[in-house]
């Protein structure tokens, strides 16, 4: 299940997902809003990723409590797309070393509601992360993972363990678990339309009008 779907995605991005998911399926609160950080790539890399939704939430805490992110790191899921409310600004809620513990786990890679630091050893892992920014100061003594696998909240949207991620360079989209078949195959269908649309650009000089008539509206 888990192979196929990413399989269909492969070849998607975020724009046809979001034209599904708000005008064929009459969707909303589905897109990470940039009210929420803006919560954005930290390294300028291509592709996207897709997977579960591996959901973490933290806080600050008034004295060092590692607890719970050891026991989160050995339940990491293969496939997995890592999800953190921080409920923070003050310190960075993750680096390098939890990267290659996820990168190790197969996790695709994480969307941050918070900061980031050692960002380019992250990015010399190749490993894909949203988040709000880059700044050093270790979260050890302020701030820690209080729970995982659990609904979390980044901005209007609610994020459940069975949503699936896809995250681009564009955006980061939350699709419903028991949507994400129907999703990709309506976006596959889309695909092959603007497929269409742009090779009738690039080996032909048909007027916008005459391609609409065509085809319909892009």
């Not at 034209?19 to 809003?33: A, C, S, Y």
């Not at 070393?97 to 990015?123: H, N, P, Y």
């Not at 995250?167 to 699709?175: E, K, M, Q, S, Y």
């Amino acid at each position: 299940m888990k192979n196929e779907l990413k399989e269909l995605y492969k070849d998607l991005y975020s724009g046809l997902i979001y034209d599904v998911m708000k005008f064929d399926l009459e969707m909303d609160n589905f897109v990470i809003p940039r009210s929420a950080g803006p919560i954005v790539p930290a390294w300028n890399f291509k592709g996207h990723v897709f997977g579960r939704a591996f959901t973490a939430v933290g806080e600050k805490t008034p004295r060092p409590d590692e607890t719970v992110i050891r026991k989160m790191i050995d339940d990491l899921e293969e496939g997995s797309v890592y999800v953190l409310q921080a409920n923070d600004n003050s310190r960075a809620h993750f680096g390098d070393i939890t990267a290659k513990f996820m990168k190790r786990a197969g996790v695709e890679g994480a969307v941050i509601q918070g900061w980031t630091r050692d960002i380019s050893l992250i990015e010399d892992d190749e490993f894909k992360i949203w988040c709000k920014g880059v700044q050093p100061q270790d979260s050890f003594d302020r701030w820690h993972i209080t729970d995982y696998n659990c609904t979390v909240v980044i901005g209007n949207i609610f994020i459940k363990p069975d949503d699936y991620i896809f995250a681009d360079r564009d955006a980061v989209l939350v699709i419903p678990g028991r949507l994400a078949h129907i999703v990709a195959d309506m976006a596959h269908v889309r695909k092959d339309k603007e497929d269409k649309i742009r090779q009738i650009i690039t080996e032909t000089n048909a007027s916008a009008k005459a391609i609409e008539q065509e085809i319909g509206r892009w």
